[in-house]
Each structure stands twice: as structure tokens, then as C-alpha cells.
């Protein structure tokens, strides 16, 4: 008959052999599940001035997989808070589409070919054109209003937007995207002046940092 300190001892291996093999599970098992995610995009920026007053500056986003994007913020401010405003030197929230003493910028959905049109006591900008009706093909189109008291912003098919941000729109982005919100290419027309900015794009597959 085996003593009670050998009986205890074999317990006792018994035991650290099963909590061996249970972190090696747990461990193998993380492992698996890190192995089938996908790897981020990589991003390569081109910006470009483009003169006016304020000054724009292009921003050009390569991503080298398909990606969505999901806020654009610029130092402090974040589109996912409300329409971006720039006052000359720093940027800041507004909840109009139009506000006095700055520039705001954000997007729209042109649901078919046509004229865009923005009814501003400012000075309106649509798709690289300065003016208040611009011609513009199907998909998302910037639009920047400079010191408007009252804006409104009629699509192509006669469907005028409220003037008040709202998150839930479907015609109505607070990132600023000419083009595409999801692809591999992305087109930003920022305002910019007062020094370096910090430009930060968030999407599905990653973040991208640009310096304007």
C-alpha cells in the first residue's frame, strides 16, 4: 500500500499538469484568435496648397486596402461633435452648417448629376469652386461657407438640407470627404492659416496622422 505523502505527492503533480495544460489552452487559444485578424492599411498623405482666402490646402489619403472612414479631427476638434469651423487661426465646433466670423466645411450626398446649391449671406464653396450653384456629379461633395449668418443647401433634385447638424443624416457629413467616405482613395479640402495643425483621420482600418 502507497504511503499518504506518496498518495499526496502523485495528487499534487495530477493537479499542476491539468493548470499547465489550461494555460496552454488559454494561451494557444489567443493566440489563434489574433492570427485571423487582418492586417491595418497603410496610408501615404499628399498635400498640396491651393491658394484663396482663407488659404486651402488638399489632402490627398492613399490607403493600400479598402477602408471607411469614421471622424476627421483637426487639433482639438472632432467631427464626430459637431460641423468643423476654422477662425482664421484655430479650429473649433459648431452645430450650423453656417456660423459668423468662420469657415465651415463639411459634406454632402449628391444623390444624381445636377446643380448644388447654397443660399448664403457668406461666400460659398463647392467641390474646388467658389460660388453658391455649382454643377457636380452623383456621390459626396465638400461645401465650405465662409461668415454665413443663414445658410441652406439645396441637392440636385430639389431637396434642401436642414441647417442644423445632425448625426443621424444619411445627406449630411460632418468629415469633410470629396469624393468617397469608403474606398481606397480620400480627397480633404481643409482651410488652414496661424501656424502648424495637427490633422488626424480615423477609419475601419486604422488611424492616419498628417501635419498641415
Known amino acids: 500500500m502507497k504511503s499518504r505523502p506518496a498518495i499526496a505527492q ?16 488559454v494561451v494557444y487559444a489567443g493566440l489563434r484568435r489574433e492570427s485571423t485578424l487582418e492586417p491595418q492599411p497603410l496610408f501615404v498623405n499628399e498635400e498640396t496648397p491651393i491658394g484663396g482666402s482663407p488659404v486651402l490646402e488638399r489632402v490627398e489619403v492613399n490607403s493600400s486596402s479598402a477602408t471607411t472612414l469614421s471622424s476627421f479631427s483637426i487639433d482639438a476638434a472632432s467631427s464626430t461633435h459637431g460641423v468643423l469651423a476654422f477662425g482664421g487661426s484655430s479650429y473649433s465646433l459648431v452645430e450650423s452648417l453656417c456660423a459668423p466670423g468662420v469657415t465651415t466645411f463639411f459634406s454632402v450626398l449628391a444623390p444624381q448629376a445636377g446643380t448644388l446649391d447654397v443660399a448664403t449671406n457668406g461666400e460659398s464653396w463647392v467641390s474646388g469652386t467658389w460660388g453658391n450653384a455649382v454643377s457636380v456629379s452623383p456621390g459626396w461633395q465638400e461645401v465650405m461657407i465662409q461668415s454665413g449668418t443663414s445658410c441652406a443647401v439645396t441637392l440636385p433634385g430639389g431637396q434642401t438640407l436642414p441647417s442644423q447638424w445632425s448625426p443621424s443624416s444619411a445627406l449630411l457629413s460632418s468629415i469633410p470627404s470629396d469624393g468617397a467616405i469608403a474606398g481606397t482613395s480620400f480627397t480633404f479640402y481643409v482651410p488652414v492659416g496661424g501656424g502648424s495643425h495637427s490633422l488626424l483621420i480615423t477609419s475601419s482600418g486604422g488611424l492616419d496622422d498628417v501635419a498641415i
Do not use: K, N
Open 10 to 25: 502523485y495528487e499534487a503533480t495530477i493537479v499542476l499538469v491539468v493548470i499547465s495544460l489550461s494555460l496552454a489552452s
